[in-house]
């Protein structure tokens, strides 16, 4: 006789399924295999713009990340704002550097943005229209103080209320939290929440991504909606380099230039950037690294203590003393997952059992982070070493651990279900002991019952447990009668199966009774358990978010480290002062690519500002004495013009964003703008030619240039008639170059040789003619042989741009080059390529000599046609042509 309770049996819809069940795989480095899929809402990065009297105000957020970033009017400078007006550049920017899902606009906004915007809604975003109520102020002033600000805890909060910021008086909806009115008052002292237009799409964003959230989750009033906003930065356009799509895209900074995708992260997807600067120095781990790292792409900073913050970060980790920790950082960094999605989970009840693990190894990571952060050496004034020893408070992250570790991930999995482990809780510790002790239980139950019973049927009846169902008898079917085999007195037919009939008996009841729904009771309990568990961990969100943020930014500085070891870069020194200086400086994705990449040298000192003048508070040296603002490249085709230019951007543009530099020694000044006008933007989508968009780069780089900028301009002009060409770029460069303009940076290539033959460009001030040497040998018969290219740049100015060689060099046919090379030698002495074309060769001389004569002869020749007369005559006409045509 056996009895038994059937767990393996059990259709799962018999166990509890109020905690949502996930099955996770342990990686081989022990982390969880679970899938960093957001969802659909966490897809989104919203951003909310207006524009009212000149001034344009903007705020945006991010739902993955939990930061509402403001972004301060622009307004102060009205002559910039209508600037950015005429074309929207500031707009289109912004765009491209946060990368919006959904747009924001109020019904009330000026019809040309709605028209540019939904114009431009290919771009990976929609249009919303919203009431202009939503961006009002005092609406937006509410919505902040309504949000769960996480930042400042409430009892840190005190310390930033002072006694006269009276926030009684200010209209707070009930329930504000102190942290959030701290946090909005350091916001007011940030910027103006009277004014700001700013604020207002702040409140907008807000107000939209509630409606999301409530969407998703289904509910009916969006106030009711959890809100995933846990900070609030602000942050003014004249704090981040100006790097639009054209830069991105010619410097080969993303891949995928046009849209590189926040949302996709992970090593799954790495293998999709390719040979681009993004794609060699990302070698982060965790979701919220890669997000951060492609935003410090996309806004590259301008404050000098940033920069050099993370500079002496990225020097600390690449410190051979140090090396094993950063190694030993970046294995930990490997458990750090989307916490403020996991929370967000446990917060709306949906933690699975991946989300619980995943919660538990972060909290894990986080405190190996600290430990190895703690050993590391000559971090003094370190921030993200100073923020990881103050913030990873490794008490709470314990205790964080600790609390997780009371589910039992093993039996969880079995179980199919958030199992809780023995000790944690007494009552449930007895239910699963009287559980555990069930079977002894039904074999006696089942005993009981058989010995009232013939012996034949004692082994073909037992008693089992079904959860929810309770006890039952079960009893063998007869095979011939298909019957069950025996029925006690009293029994209640329950349910059958194929071989079993299931029935209640009086002994059975009472195990319900006494018992019951004991599995039923075990989960209820440890839903309970798990639920106070849920609870406690909430308590520590802050301090898991701010970790997850820290965790971000070393993985961002430890990604920086890698790529400065693996490519051998060197720390930049940034400098106040308006100059680059580079030796040895190299194209960090062609040296990848070449063989041997020879490397070169850069001096460019832009003008000074009044400001610059002040701040300095000395006498500036005259133009001469502080070396050209602008270089001038000329050399033969293929010799290295558009790298070198290209190096020099890409040096400027990763010491701004904090990474090592590819150089020997690099002195950067801080640059407001890298501005280019080098690669034709494709115009299939646009009615426009190539050559309208160059010159549509050159103005907005005009308009938007300062003295701080870099500008860099290859082969401008070369889209329209040569003199026109060679015109428009010699007056682009005067006028870069005149004493009105600021003098900004500019680096320049060009194959318009003719505008220097009469030293018209030798005259400009800060100019400086620089050309890539070729060794060039006439003495071979191959043509592609006469050229060799040493990439080396040199002073001076070269005379030719050895196009022939360079297209016998790359297999154009040996007639073209040959006729090229004699049209070439025409020009070059100044002939008259129409008349020497029309002059013929001996062979058409020749040739119409013979035509004439045979036409002279022709009409000498007396032809009388007779049709009467006989085939004889007709043949002696035939003849006399022949002889007309052929003879001597
Ligand atoms: N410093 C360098 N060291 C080694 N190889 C280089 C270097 N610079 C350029 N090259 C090689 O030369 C090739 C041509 O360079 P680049 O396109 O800069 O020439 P260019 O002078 O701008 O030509 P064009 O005037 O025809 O546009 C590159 O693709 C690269 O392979």
Request: aromatic letters at 8%.
């Amino acid at each position: 006789m056996n009895s038994s309770y059937i767990m393996e049996d059990h259709d799962n819809s018999t166990v509890r399924d109020d905690i949502p069940l996930e099955t996770i795989e342990e990686n081989d480095e022990g982390a969880t295999a679970i899938e960093d899929d957001i969802s659909s809402v966490a897809n989104n990065v919203i951003l909310a713009i207006n524009y009212k009297a000149s001034c344009l105000g903007l705020a945006h957020f991010d739902c993955s990340e939990g930061t509402l970033y403001v972004v301060e009017d622009m307004s102060a400078n009205a002559a910039l704002v209508e600037k950015y007006h005429t074309n929207w550049s500031i707009i289109e920017t912004l765009i491209f550097q946060i990368k919006p899902t959904i747009v924001l606009l109020p019904a009330r906004i000026e019809e040309s943005i709605e028209e540019i915007l939904k114009a431009k809604s290919d771009e990976g975003f929609r249009v919303e229209i919203r009431p202009s109520n939503e961006f009002s102020h005092t609406a937006a002033i509410n919505r902040i103080l309504s949000l769960k600000l996480g930042r400042v805890q409430d009892d840190l909060a005190m310390q930033f209320v002072t006694p006269d910021d009276n926030i009684d008086d200010m209209a707070l909806p009930a329930g504000a939290r102190l942290a959030s009115k701290s946090a909005f008052l350091d916001l007011s002292s940030r910027i103006n929440l009277e004014k700001e237009i700013s604020i207002g799409c702040a409140g907008a964003v807000i107000s939209f991504s509630q409606k999301l959230m409530a969407l998703e989750d289904g509910l009916v009033n969006h106030n009711d909606a959890p809100l995933r906003i846990n900070e609030i930065e602000t942050f003014k356009m004249n704090e981040i380099m100006f790097v639009n799509s054209d830069t991105i895209c010619s410097l080969q900074i993303f891949e995928d230039e046009s849209h590189p995708n926040f949302h996709m992260h992970g090593s799954a997807n790495r293998h999709k950037e390719g040979l681009s600067l993004f794609g060699i120095l990302n070698s982060t781990v965790t979701p919220f690294g890669h997000q951060l790292l492609k935003s410090w792409f996309l806004r590259p900073p301008l404050s000098l203590p940033v920069i050099t913050e993370r500079h002496s970060a990225v020097a600390l980790f690449v410190r051979q003393d140090n090396l094993h920790i950063t190694y030993a950082l970046k294995s930990s960094l490997k458990k750090i997952k989307n916490i403020p999605r996991l929370l967000t989970n446990l917060n709306m009840g949906k933690a699975t059992l991946g989300d619980w693990k995943a919660i538990l190894d972060f909290a894990f990571g986080c405190l190996k982070i600290r430990a190895a952060i703690s050993e590391i050496v000559d971090a003094h004034n370190i921030k993200v070493v100073y923020e990881i020893l103050n913030a990873f408070d490794q008490i709470a992250l314990k205790e964080v651990c600790e609390l997780i570790s009371n589910i039992d991930f093993d039996m969880s999995r079995i179980d199919n279900r958030v199992v809780v482990k023995p000790t944690v809780d007494q009552e449930l510790d007895e239910l699963k002991r009287r559980f555990d002790g069930i079977e002894d239980l039904l074999s006696e139950v089942a005993r009981r019952i058989a010995i009232d019973l013939p012996k034949i049927y004692s082994d073909r009846i037992n008693a089992i447990y079904f959860p929810q169902l309770g006890y039952l008898i079960l009893v063998a079917l007869d095979e011939a009668t298909g019957d069950p085999c025996c029925i006690g007195e009293d029994w209640d037919y329950q349910f059958r199966s194929d071989t079993y009939a299931y029935f209640k008996s009086p002994e059975v009841r009472e195990l319900d009774q006494t018992f019951g729904d004991m599995y039923g009771m075990i989960c209820d309990r440890e839903i309970e358990i798990v639920h106070a568990l849920q609870v406690d961990i909430l308590k520590y969100s802050e301090l898991l978010t701010t970790c997850c943020k820290w965790t971000a930014e070393l993985d961002c500085l430890l990604s920086f480290a890698e790529a400065a070891q693996l490519y051998h870069y060197t720390r930049p020194i940034m400098t106040a002062d308006n100059i680059i200086e580079i030796k040895k400086g190299r194209h960090p994705l062609y040296e990848l690519s070449v063989p041997s990449f020879v490397d070169n040298d850069t001096y460019l000192h832009g003008g000074n500002s009044e400001e610059d003048d002040e701040i300095l508070m000395e006498e500036s040296d005259s133009d001469e004495e502080r070396g050209p603002s602008a270089l001038l490249l000329t050399g033969a085709n293929y010799s290295g013009k558009s790298v070198y230019l290209k190096q020099v951007a890409l040096i400027t543009y990763m010491a701004h964003i904090g990474s090592f530099v590819p150089a020997e020694f690099a002195k950067i000044g801080i640059t407001d703008k890298i501005l280019t006008r080098v690669m034709t933007r494709e115009t299939v989508s646009k009615e426009q030619s190539a050559f309208m968009v160059d010159l549509q780069q050159v103005c907005l780089a005009l308009q938007l240039c300062t003295n701080r900028s870099l500008f860099i301009i290859d082969e401008f002009g070369k889209g329209t008639e040569s003199t026109d060409g060679a015109g428009l770029f010699g007056s682009l460069l005067e006028y870069l170059l005149s004493p009105e303009f600021q003098r900004p940076k500019v680096l320049a290539s060009t194959h318009y040789h003719e505008l220097f033959e009469n030293d018209t460009l030798h005259e400009l001030q800060g100019l400086k003619f620089m050309h890539m040497q070729v060794l060039i040998c006439d003495d071979v018969p191959e043509i592609e042989d006469k050229i060799t290219y040493l990439y080396r740049l040199l002073p001076g100015r070269s005379t030719s741009s050895f196009g022939i060689c360079c297209a016998a060099l790359n297999g154009v046919p040996e007639d073209i080059t040959a006729r090229a090379e004699e049209l070439s030698k025409i020009l070059a002495k100044g002939e008259d390529l129409v008349t020497v074309c029309s002059k013929m060769t001996d062979e058409e001389v020749k040739s119409l000599e013979h035509a004439e004569l045979v036409a002279r002869r022709f009409l000498k020749e007396e032809f009388v046609v007779d049709f009467s007369s006989s085939s004889q005559k007709k043949l002696t006409a035939r003849a006399k042509l022949k002889r007309i045509l052929y003879s001597n």
